[in-house]
């Protein structure tokens, strides 16, 4: 466990699926389906989103051949999903 937080309480530690889902969370959020964590309303950002998911692009790419076979599936899936709903937000224009 990382005592790298704040405060009394200790963070737990980072792992791959963790990191990943992390920014796939990112990219939700940035596309406006996941709200607003201060109980505000969802926002979109496509350009936040776009750079979210090219960096998992990016991730997928430098890591190729050096990840578990489900680390690869998880990034793939997400990546999979991420983008298909990138190109929907898109073309709704919203």
Same mark, same amino acid.
């Given at each position: #466990?990382?005592?790298?937080?704040?405060?009394?309480?200790?963070?737990?530690?980072?792992?791959?699926?963790?990191?990943?889902?992390?920014?796939?969370?990112?990219? #939700?959020?940035?596309?406006?389906?996941?709200?607003?964590?201060?109980?505000?309303?969802?926002?979109?950002?496509?350009?936040?989103?776009?750079?979210?998911?090219?960096?998992?692009? #990016?991730?997928?790419?430098?890591?190729?051949?050096?990840?578990?076979?489900?680390?690869?599936?998880?990034?793939?899936?997400?990546?999979?999903?991420?983008?298909?709903?990138?190109?929907?937000?898109?073309?709704?224009?919203?």
């Amino acid at each position: #466990m990382s005592e790298l937080g704040s405060g009394d309480k200790p963070q737990t530690s980072v792992d791959f699926h963790t990191f990943v889902l992390s920014l796939g969370t990112s990219a #939700m959020y940035h596309l406006g389906e996941i709200p607003d964590p201060d109980g505000g309303e969802a926002k979109v950002s496509l350009p936040l989103a776009r750079q979210t998911i090219e960096i998992l692009s #990016m991730l997928a790419e430098k890591t190729r051949g050096n990840l578990s076979a489900e680390e690869d599936q998880l990034l793939t899936q997400l990546l999979y999903d991420l983008k298909f709903r990138f190109v929907s937000r898109n073309r709704a224009g919203k």
